[in-house]
């Protein structure tokens, strides 16, 4: 960023590019998670419907298998980002991982949910949850065998969206990190920010659909361009 004297408020989106390197796969690349299921199998509230078990096999073995892995230096970088920039900041993560989270970052938003919560249809409550939920286990809150992965599907609406546009009218920039622009509303958000006037950034392995959108578009893995990106910022 050329000049970053007048940025105060940074609005971060990240996608499934910023935990690529510490082994989870992305949903869009070759021998990525849509590859081995198809997302109307799975990330739909009619998969859900249709084949519970197959839905809830899948999301079983992603939640184990997040909780081997790592924060990357990506991750890191943002944490250190979070805890001394000054002004307002809020990491938007399209993930359901908790990689931000165990880096040390603090002001995070989980748009698309979490695989460590279970979230019981029959009560509403969200219970932190580690183990399985194809043995149907009772809501810890009311009883019921009503669990299911507290995540966002395709025709559900994502958490916290006032929450999201009320930041991103207040931000002088915008940074995009790890997402291929390819699922909405989060593909909206560099428009969203342009209009509101802040400056934008993307930060990606390769050109996004949306890199056009975005002032500056710089190619490369995360866990490279984010730490010089948080270098330049914090100066
Ligand atoms: C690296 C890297 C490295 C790799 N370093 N980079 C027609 C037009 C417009 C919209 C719609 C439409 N038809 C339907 C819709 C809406 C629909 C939608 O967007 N569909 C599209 C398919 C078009 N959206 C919805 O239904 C959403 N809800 C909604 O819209 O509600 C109404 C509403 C209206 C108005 C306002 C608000 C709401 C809900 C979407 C839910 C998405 N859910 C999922 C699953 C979550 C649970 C789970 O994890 O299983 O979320 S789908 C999946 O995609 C997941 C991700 O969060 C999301 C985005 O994927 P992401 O993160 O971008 O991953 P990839 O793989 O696509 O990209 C990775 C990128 O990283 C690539 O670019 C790589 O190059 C890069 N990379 N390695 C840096 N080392």
């Not at 249809?121 to 286990?137: E, N």
């Not at 609406?157 to 390819?182: C, N």
Request: charged letters at 25%.
């Amino acid at each position: 960023m050329a000049d970053r004297s007048d940025i105060r408020n940074i609005v971060i989106l990240t996608g499934a590019g910023v935990s690529a390197e510490s082994g989870i796969d992305t949903f869009r690349a070759e021998g990525g998670l849509w590859e081995q299921h198809r997302v109307e199998d799975v990330a739909t509230p009619e998969a859900f419907a249709r084949d519970p078990e197959l839905v809830l096999r899948f999301y079983d073995m992603r939640r184990e298998a997040i909780q081997t892995k790592q924060p990357n230096p990506a991750h890191e970088a943002l944490a250190r980002l979070d805890r001394e920039w000054e002004g307002e900041l809020l990491i938007v993560t399209q993930n359901v991982d908790d990689l931000h989270e165990r880096a040390g970052a603090r002001r995070v938003l989980h748009m698309h949910g979490t695989h460590l919560n279970a979230w019981c249809t029959a009560c509403d409550a969200r219970s932190p949850w580690r183990g399985t939920l194809i043995d149907r286990p009772a809501c810890p809150e009311c009883g019921e065998k009503a669990l299911r992965p507290d995540v966002v599907w395709f025709g559900e609406m994502p958490y916290e969206m006032d929450r999201i546009f009320s930041a991103l009218r207040e931000a002088d920039l915008f940074v995009s990190i790890g997402t291929s622009g390819a699922v909405y509303p989060a593909a909206g958000f560099v428009r969203n920010a342009r209009d509101l006037g802040a400056r934008t950034l993307e930060l990606n392995l390769e050109a996004s659909q949306g890199s056009h959108l975005f002032d500056e578009s710089r190619h490369g893995p995360a866990s490279v361009l984010v730490p010089e990106w948080v270098d330049e910022m914090l100066g």
